[in-house]
């Protein structure tokens, strides 16, 4: 499998983890509306916006999920994911190997101590799909103090299933 095929399996495998968590959630007043949640659901899918803005050189709007309620972040999560997927169906291999800045950079050698390393196309399209993840596995353990539980959203979990797409909330 070559690096282009395993990072569009990567954002399948996210947008598939996404749209269960969403599942998960939908409908029960008590875990859509938990503060907690929420925040963790409203950055995870605006760091995917805002890389996807950085990929396609628009301005980015760090705040462009803040006031979502659960059913426009979920029409909000689609969106991205389906502009990613056409986005990462253009690149070649070459390109993959571009380096790209990130507008924080500077902010993170000012902030880390450390003038941070460039980074590669491929390497910021695998820091989203990870940065995800982590946000997910947060929210899982949210679920569980919730007495919800949560998916198995693991990479490995999507394999098994024959690596589906994503089965939105229908409310949505």
Excluded: N
């Amino acid at each position: 499998m070559d690096a282009l095929s395993l990072l569009i399996d990567q954002f399948r495998h996210m947008a598939w983890a996404d749209a269960l968590v969403f599942s998960t959630i939908t409908g029960k007043a008590g875990v859509e509306r938990d503060d907690y949640i929420l925040a963790k659901l409203r950055h995870l899918h605006a760091v995917q916006r805002i890389f996807l803005d950085v990929w396609f050189a628009r301005p980015l709007d760090p705040r462009v999920a803040d006031d979502l309620a659960v059913e426009k972040l979920v029409l909000f999560a689609r969106e991205v994911h389906a502009a990613s997927m056409l986005f990462l169906e253009t690149l070649t291999p070459v390109e993959l190997e571009c380096v790209i800045e990130l507008p924080w950079s500077k902010t993170a050698t000012e902030k880390l101590g450390f003038t941070v390393a460039e980074h590669s196309l491929a390497e910021t399209l695998v820091q989203v799909p990870e940065h995800s993840a982590y946000h997910r596995g947060q929210i899982a353990a949210r679920l569980r103090e919730l007495g919800v539980d949560p998916p198995m959203t693991d990479y490995i979990a999507w394999i098994w299933r024959h690596k589906p797409e994503a089965a939105w909330p229908c409310s949505a």
